[in-house]
């Protein structure tokens, strides 16, 4: 009898690991099909910020880390270095600068993203104060949270007038969750990716055994987009925590075997590749569609590699004075709302991360030129 219910409970286990896995979708971008798709997108040049000669040092930059743009059309640019955000009209002129390093209410120290909210409320991501910091429009501190989260790596979104949502690093190397959702004014309400464990990929310099995330989210589709830094995939988790699909892609530097693991709770790598691609970060637009920048090749003799603390990712650098602007090392790839690549395209500047403002693209080199470039985008077919 004993061992009848023994075997039932390990049926039953065993049929929970399938039921978890059969309703994820997999979809499936192999290097022919994003080859198949290179230059379908379009970038124009409009400005790019904090250029040499485009004013004083208002506009200049030490370590800008993310960029947002608000209803009136306001961008804000966050800098570490200088524990600022400085803020500028859409035509490049400097209006005001936020914040002043500090720990004061109104202070900033290592400031790393930013982002706007539906009321037109600055939010910062405050990390040497470990702090959420909310800001008017116009530069008055107006309410701040303290977290526990080691949350060097996060982005910031708003799920709702009265929600926060954050990527907590150290809970998801643990399976404990990959994103926290919180009120405005810190409560815990909900956890996304729960008991989801990242595979193995043994690179300490990328910060230990286990792969890292980058995340997004689509307010429309109340959709959480989870990016793995070297596994190339991304995660797709309803607003409910449900996960329900997962999106792979090759790359010209490998092409990984991944195999769904019931003890994970996610797709882990069959063996450990020699080199890795690495995704810088991820963005979705209005239109659901994911657009996601990778390297597409392994460093050359004379680049070298460097931790970029604000979004965690690694940075490359020249190693000699002589080395071009321009370089080869990062693609673009766009993601249908089905998945499916629709578009990609070579990329020419260093890249640290990105962010999408209506038919916008922003890309911030906060490495090589400490400049943010924007371009206006066209998609063949859309």
Sequence with gaps: ???????????????????????????????????????????KTIRTWGAEGEGGDENYFKAPEGIAVDKDNNVYIVDSTLH?????????RFIRKIGQKGQGPGDLLIPLQIAVDESNQIWVNDFGNRRMQCFSNTGTSISTFKTSLMFFLTKIFFPSKTQIALFDMAA???????????????????????????????????????????????????????????????????DTGEHISTIFYDTPVNKLKLTWNPKKRNFHLLKKPKDYSECVDIAVDSRRRMFVIITSRLLKDNEKVSMTLGNGRIGYIPKDKNYPEKTDLYWLLVFGDTGKIIAAKQLDV????????????????????KVIYEYRYTIDGQ
């Design 1 to 43: 009898m004993k061992k009848k219910i023994n075997l039932l409970v390990i049926v039953f286990f065993l049929f929970s690991y399938w039921l978890n896995a059969v309703g994820i979708k997999e979809i499936k971008n192999s290097l022919p099909e994003v080859k198949h798709v290179m230059d379908k997108i379009q970038l």
């Design 84 to 92: 600022c955000v400085k803020v500028f009209n859409r035509n490049g």
């Design 172 to 238: 998801s190397g643990r399976g404990k969750g990959i994103i926290k959702i919180f009120n405005r004014s810190g409560v815990k309400l909900q956890t996304i990716g729960a008991n989801v464990l990242p595979p193995r990929i043994d690179r300490p310099f990328n910060g230990g055994k286990f792969d890292s995330h980058i995340i997004s989210y689509d307010k429309i589709a109340k959709q959480y987009y989870v990016a793995y830094t070297c596994s190339q995939m991304m995660h797709v988790f309803r």
């Design 350 to 369: 260093f890249c640290s991360g990105i962010y999408l403002h209506n038919n916008h693209l922003f890309i911030v080199d906060k490495v090589f030129e």
